[in-house]
Structure formats: C-alpha cells, structure tokens
C-alpha cells in the first residue's frame, strides 16, 4: 500500500506557475511509477504526465508537452509537477497516483489538489 498526499494547488493567473507536490508513505516510493492526472468540472478524468520509477522516463499528455515537468525525488518520497505558461483550461482538481505496473493502471490515488487559472 501507498498512500499520497497533494499539495501546492491554488489560484494563479493565466501565463503564471505553480508546482504541485505529491508526498508518498507506506511502501517504499520508489519501487513504483508515479502518474499525474487532471478532472475538469463535467469532464472525465485525463493522464497529464508520468514518470518511471528511477525518474529516467517521463511522458506527457499533448496538451501540456513543454509546459509541464514531472519530476520525483525518491530519497524524499515526493513526486513533483512543475506547470509553467498555466491557461484557463487548465483548471481542474490534480491527482497523483502510484503503480508498481503501469501496464495494469494506477491502483493507489491521493485525494487531489485544486487549481484554478483566471483569465
């Protein structure tokens, strides 16, 4: 079991950052692969960015390619995510999830961290 806990979401104004934190404990964090995702009000839930358990692979959801950075620090059990040039549309409750297999989904989920980007 793994259990995750968000932080670092908040109002901020369109073209602006914030970086959100993803505090791990229970199993050992970095035997898993760490996901962020997104749920927008009236929209279902979207895969915005993830990371291999060693950090060496990252991938990205097209719509935040160059804009975000997902990162993780094993030795702190925390995982990061870094959203720069933030847009109206990127306003959503942000979660992270853990997997020890990505192949089979994201079996463990923080309870998420709102964001909002004002015009």
């Known amino acids: 079991q793994v259990q995750l806990v968000e932080s670092g979401g908040g109002l901020v104004q369109a073209g602006g950052s914030l970086r959100l934190s993803c505090a791990a404990s229970g199993r050992t964090f970095s035997s898993y692969a760490m996901g962020w995702f997104r749920q927008a009000p009236g929209k279902e839930r979207e895969f915005v960015a993830g990371?291999?358990?060693?950090?060496?692979?990252?991938y990205y959801a097209d719509s935040v390619k160059g804009r975000f950075t997902i990162s993780r620090e094993n030795a702190k059990n925390t995982g990061y995510l870094q959203m720069n040039s933030l847009k109206p549309e990127d306003t959503a409750v942000y979660y992270c999830a853990a997997s020890s297999d990505v192949r089979t989904g994201y079996p463990y989920w923080g309870q998420g961290t709102q964001v909002t980007v004002s015009t």
């Open positions: 990371i291999s358990w060693s950090g060496g692979y990252t």
